[in-house]
């Protein structure tokens, strides 16, 4: 895994597994791997996972404080049971993550848009498509005035597996396309929720990928 400086990194918050699972520990030390200088900053990005008895794995991730994204995907299995199709987080996965009460506004719109484009290959939107959606969502919000129902990132994303033509696993290259997006359209200096989710599942996704 390399040094080079990152957008974003997690913070050592990872609970151990269960004896004999190695081949997990070894995937959760890949992710680790990364400059442990960036667990001090209150602001860094930190994911933590935590295994469910039924199997599951919930991952969360945080930045001062607040829950950026979280979502839900298999546990690994004892040692050889790992599997790239089951536990790395896909596009569709991190897009669900995102959805949360937050209006939706441009920068979600395009970031929503980035991350189809990257899972599905296409070069424009895919009519009907979550960002379609996404777009149509933020520009109602815009003309609506304060203190009238907004359209909501849950409304838009919430079902993004089902609705996306096409979906892959998140990389550090879908990250920082999906990122780029969102900030060509911020305003006030906001951030993304959707850009978040990606980051965090891009992170979570580095280890499991490059071995």
């Given at each position: 895994?390399?040094?080079?400086?990152?957008?974003?990194?997690?913070?050592d918050v990872y609970p151990p597994y269960a004896a004999g699972q190695q081949e997990a520990r070894r995937q959760r030390?890949?992710?680790?791997?990364?400059?442990?200088?960036?667990?001090q900053q209150d602001d860094s990005l930190r994911v933590t996972e935590t295994d469910q008895h039924d199997g599951r794995r919930v991952v969360t991730a945080t930045a001062a404080g607040q829950v950026m994204a979280q979502f839900t995907m298999p546990a690994p299995g004892p040692t050889g049971a790992v599997g790239k199709a089951t536990d790395a987080v896909t596009i569709?996965?991190?897009l669900q993550a995102a959805a949360s009460d937050a209006p939706v506004?441009?920068?979600d719109a395009a970031a929503v848009q980035a991350a189809e484009t990257r899972a599905t290959g296409l070069g424009g939107v895919v009519p009907g498509g979550?960002?379609?959606?996404?777009?149509?969502?933020a520009e109602t919000n815009m003309r609506l005035d304060a203190g009238e129902e907004k359209v909501?990132?849950?409304?838009?994303?919430?079902?993004?597996?089902?609705?996306?033509?096409?979906?892959?696993?998140?990389t550090r290259e879908d990250a920082r396309k999906v990122a780029a997006a969102?900030?060509?359209n911020a305003r006030g200096g906001g951030g993304s929720d959707v850009a978040?989710?990606?980051?965090?599942?891009?992170?979570?996704?580095?280890?499991?990928?490059?071995?």
């Open positions: 895994m390399s040094n080079q400086a990152q957008p974003v990194r997690p913070g030390d890949e992710v680790l791997s990364c400059d442990r200088q960036q667990q569709g996965e991190a506004g441009l920068e979550v960002a379609a959606a996404a777009q149509k969502a909501l990132l849950r409304d838009v994303v919430g079902s993004a597996t089902a609705v996306l033509p096409a979906n892959k696993a998140v969102a900030e060509r978040d989710a990606v980051a965090a599942a891009a992170e979570m996704n580095q280890g499991k990928l490059t071995r």
